[in-house]
């Protein structure tokens, strides 16, 4: 049974992109506030505590769950099939018969190579199920694995 | 690696360009051909055009395929790169459209769809069709073996069958004749109470109206022929889609040609089929003709039409059609049949409407015309629903043969014959209300498997019949 989990290179990004994300909201709400919505202090309050809320969601959720999704995910490859373990509060998992997958697709973003922002998308019938934030190496390892396992598949039938 | 065809890059610029370029060339003309003034005034238009353009080329350049002997290979997209690789054995449907304009230019739409499709994430759709050239398109059918067998089976829909198909398929024609007649008996009741506020309306609509000369019907005729045009435009569609309609049985599966204007061309994996509908309204029962539908990834909801197999034909011709094209697919008799028929929920409506109508227009007696009128409208429309459900009772029931399922049910108005394999089969369920306890009856659904499960609902099932079935 081999293991995989999710890439700490793929994590700094995220944060980077949330980071620019909330700091983008904040100046726009600061915007709003003291420049279009001026006279209105009933509103202003409002918004502010609507902003505080937000800003206080964001830390937590970037420096506590975020971080503690990121270390709860792992991809489990055994003979006949794949499990995929995630979540915080809810624990998943899902189980996927290799027998059972049509076709594989990767997903990579060349100009953040070394981000390893590459995710393996694995079609089942009926169904896509995604492996996100692998590394380069893992993203390469998986798909060999996965294509050998059809081909042996199909040399038996 | 090879490229698309170019034409694709027409089809990536999409609408806007057009709506920008059209008006820039026409800008030569206004400031008579004087060439230094027309770009003082539109070079940022050309600036987008141009983006629009290049964006559009590099779209084309960066999607690139390769096909060999046992899978072919795609690989889209420059910034968000996506490869994959779909060997030919997990192939469901192969399907090849030549719309109007692009056979001068020799390109083929292509889409490859396996039991992972699901027709209904619309960018799925787009994302997978691949435009090739005609050389390409040879090559794909030559790669995947798609060889026709030495007596080949055809079935050609004739023209009668397919006109007969459209117009009963045509998603309008049903409710067309209800609504008109509601519409027009309707609006002559209302109108004396609602002219005054509607007379605007009116007035614009029968300025159009050439024919409509009395106000009180000329709203009401309006929508009638709105409805009558949509319905032809729908009969239209579905009778062109479906011309020259015809499969071929091949050792591997299934070819279905059909289209007029745009031509379309199936490869149907046999061991794919999820299952066979043959589907009857009430009139196609008492004409004893079926019309017939596979279920298989990919087929006809790709193009958005319908999965059609035999538009329409006589029940004898169906069952021999689908001996030959498809001989795993028999039909058995019902060991099982229904012990009830679900009568109960039209026969309430139609004692619900009739004391509600007579209720209500007791206590609104200004408003009695027209609750009498809805009243009689509603109440033909379940008094149909009753008929079909008391002739559902008589038909309904489960069959068993050595490799299949033969499961035949009611659904709203129609009629379903469904022939599963038990392949194809992901599970049943038996589900029991109160009431079902008490008479002994059983709901019996089939999920099979395909895009998503899908499940077949036969209800009023003898219950212990049913079990000793299934153990056995």
Same mark, same amino acid.
């Given at each position: 049974?081999?293991?995989?989990?999710?890439?700490?290179?793929?994590?700094?990004?995220?944060?980077?992109?949330?980071?620019?994300?909330?700091?983008?909201?904040?100046?726009?709400?600061?915007?709003?506030?003291?420049?279009?919505?001026?006279?209105?202090?009933?509103?202003?309050?409002?918004?502010?505590?609507?902003?505080?809320?937000?800003?206080?969601?964001?830390?937590?959720?970037?420096?506590?769950?975020?971080?503690?999704?990121?270390?709860?995910?792992?991809?489990?490859?055994?003979?006949?099939?794949?499990?995929?373990?995630?979540?915080?509060?809810?624990?998943?998992?899902?189980?996927?018969?290799?027998?059972?997958?049509?076709?594989?697709?990767?997903?990579?973003?060349?100009?953040?190579?070394?981000?390893?922002?590459?995710?393996?998308?694995?079609?089942?019938?009926?169904?896509?199920?995604?492996?996100?934030?692998?590394?380069?190496?893992?993203?390469?390892?998986?798909?060999?694995?996965?294509?050998?396992?059809?081909?042996?598949?199909?040399?038996?039938? | 690696?090879?490229?698309?065809?170019?034409?694709?890059?027409?089809?990536?610029?999409?609408?806007?360009?057009?709506?920008?370029?059209?008006?820039?060339?026409?800008?030569?003309?206004?400031?008579?051909?004087?060439?230094?003034?027309?770009?003082?005034?539109?070079?940022?238009?050309?600036?987008?055009?141009?983006?629009?353009?290049?964006?559009?080329? @590099?779209?084309?350049?960066?999607?690139?395929?390769?096909?060999?002997?046992?899978?072919?290979?795609?690989?889209?997209?420059?910034?968000?790169?996506?490869?994959?690789?779909?060997?030919?054995?997990?192939?469901?449907?192969?399907?090849?459209?030549?719309?109007?304009?692009?056979?001068?230019?020799?390109?083929?739409?292509?889409?490859?769809?396996?039991?992972?499709?699901?027709?209904?994430?619309?960018?799925?759709?787009?994302?997978?069709? @691949?435009?090739?050239?005609?050389?390409?398109?040879?090559?794909?059918?030559?790669?995947?073996?798609?060889?026709?067998?030495?007596?080949?089976?055809?079935?050609?829909?004739?023209?009668?069958?397919?006109?007969?198909?459209?117009?009963?398929?045509?998603?309008?024609?049903?409710?067309?004749?209800?609504?008109?007649?509601?519409?027009?008996?309707?609006?002559?009741?209302?109108?004396?109470?609602?002219?005054?506020?509607?007379?605007?309306?009116?007035?614009?609509?029968?300025?159009?109206?050439?024919?409509?000369?009395?106000?009180?019907?000329?709203?009401?005729?309006?929508?009638?022929?709105?409805?009558?045009?949509?319905?032809?435009?729908?009969?239209?569609?579905?009778?062109?889609?479906?011309?020259?309609?015809?499969?071929?049985?091949?050792?591997?599966?299934?070819?279905?040609?059909?289209?007029?204007?745009?031509?379309?061309?199936?490869?149907?994996?046999?061991?794919?089929?999820?299952?066979?509908?043959?589907?009857?309204?009430?009139?196609?029962?008492?004409?004893?003709?079926?019309?017939?539908?596979?279920?298989?990834?990919?087929?006809?909801?790709?193009?958005?039409?319908?999965?059609?197999?035999?538009?329409?034909?006589?029940?004898?011709?169906?069952?021999?059609?689908?001996?030959?094209?498809?001989?795993?697919?028999?039909?058995?008799?019902?060991?099982?049949?229904?012990?009830?028929?679900?009568?109960?929920?039209?026969?309430?409506?139609?004692?619900?409407?009739?004391?509600?109508?007579?209720?209500?227009?007791?206590?609104?007696?200004?408003?009695?015309?027209?609750?009498?009128?809805?009243?009689?409208?509603?109440?033909?429309?379940?008094?149909?629903?009753?008929?079909?459900?008391?002739?559902?009772?008589?038909?309904?029931?489960?069959?068993?043969?050595?490799?299949? @399922?033969? @499961?035949?049910?009611?659904?709203?108005?129609?009629?379903?014959?469904?022939?599963?394999?038990?392949?194809?089969?992901?599970?049943?369920?038996?589900?029991?209300?109160?009431?079902?306890?008490?008479?002994?009856?059983?709901?019996?659904?089939?999920?099979?498997?395909?895009?998503?499960?899908?499940?077949?609902?036969?209800?009023?099932?003898?219950?212990?019949?049913?079990?000793?079935?299934?153990?056995?």
């Amino acid at each position: 049974m081999d293991k995989y989990y999710l890439d700490k290179n793929a994590l700094a990004i995220l944060n980077v992109i949330i980071i620019c994300i909330s700091v983008c909201i904040i100046v726009v709400i600061k915007y709003l506030l003291y420049y279009k919505l001026a006279e209105y202090n009933a509103v202003k309050l409002a918004i502010e505590i609507v902003a505080a809320g937000l800003v206080t969601i964001y830390v937590v959720w970037l420096l506590i769950i975020l971080p503690m999704w990121y270390r709860s995910v792992c991809y489990t490859l055994s003979k006949d099939e794949l499990r995929i373990n995630s979540g915080v509060v809810l624990r998943k998992l899902i189980c996927v018969k290799l027998a059972d997958v049509q076709y594989i697709e990767t997903l990579k973003v060349p100009i953040f190579y070394k981000a390893s922002l590459n995710f393996l998308l694995i079609n089942i019938s009926g169904k896509r199920v995604v492996l996100k934030y692998l590394s380069n190496a893992h993203l390469e390892e998986l798909y060999n694995k996965l294509i050998q396992f059809g081909k042996d598949r199909k040399s038996k039938a | 690696m090879r490229h698309q065809h170019k034409i694709v890059i027409l089809k990536y610029v999409k609408g806007k360009f057009w709506l920008m370029l059209l008006p820039v060339l026409r800008g030569i003309f206004s400031w008579k051909y004087d060439v230094y003034y027309w770009f003082r005034n539109v070079w940022m238009d050309i600036i987008v055009i141009l983006i629009i353009l290049i964006s559009a080329i @590099l779209k084309w350049y960066f999607v690139q395929f390769k096909l060999n002997e046992k899978e072919i290979y795609v690989r889209k997209g420059a910034l968000f790169r996506r490869d994959f690789c779909i060997p030919f054995s997990v192939i469901s449907t192969v399907c090849f459209c030549r719309p109007l304009i692009f056979r001068p230019f020799k390109a083929v739409k292509f889409c490859v769809c396996t039991d992972s499709y699901r027709s209904k994430k619309r960018k799925q759709r787009r994302r997978d069709t @691949l435009v090739v050239t005609e050389i390409d398109y040879l090559q794909i059918c030559n790669n995947m073996g798609f060889e026709k067998r030495g007596l080949a089976t055809d079935y050609i829909a004739s023209k009668k069958e397919l006109l007969i198909f459209s117009t009963l398929f045509s998603s309008t024609f049903s409710g067309l004749i209800y609504l008109g007649t509601l519409i027009i008996r309707g609006e002559k009741i209302v109108g004396e109470k609602i002219k005054i506020k509607i007379f605007s309306v009116i007035n614009m609509t029968t300025e159009t109206m050439i024919f409509a000369k009395d106000n009180t019907a000329s709203f009401a005729v309006a929508v009638v022929v709105i409805i009558s045009v949509a319905w032809v435009m729908s009969f239209a569609k579905s009778f062109l889609r479906h011309m020259n309609f015809k499969i071929r049985s091949f050792e591997k599966g299934l070819e279905v040609e059909n289209g007029h204007f745009s031509r379309w061309k199936y490869y149907v994996n046999s061991s794919k089929i999820n299952y066979i509908d043959l589907r009857q309204n009430m009139l196609m029962k008492t004409a004893h003709i079926v019309s017939a539908h596979i279920s298989c990834a990919g087929y006809k909801t790709v193009g958005n039409g319908q999965s059609v197999f035999i538009p329409v034909t006589t029940k004898k011709q169906a069952a021999a059609a689908m001996k030959e094209l498809l001989p795993g697919f028999t039909q058995s008799n019902n060991l099982v049949s229904a012990k009830q028929a679900r009568v109960w929920m039209p026969l309430t409506f139609v004692i619900g409407v009739f004391v509600g109508v007579k209720y209500l227009s007791s206590i609104f007696s200004e408003w009695r015309s027209l609750i009498v009128f809805l009243g009689v409208m509603l109440e033909v429309m379940f008094l149909y629903l009753l008929a079909v459900k008391i002739t559902a009772k008589l038909t309904t029931g489960i069959g068993v043969s050595e490799e299949t @399922l033969s @499961l035949r049910y009611c659904k709203a108005f129609r009629f379903h014959t469904v022939v599963v394999p038990k392949a194809r089969i992901a599970y049943i369920k038996i589900q029991r209300t109160p009431f079902q306890q008490i008479s002994g009856s059983c709901d019996v659904i089939v999920y099979t498997k395909g895009e998503g499960l899908r499940g077949h609902r036969v209800s009023g099932i003898d219950y212990k019949k049913i079990v000793f079935l299934m153990r056995n």
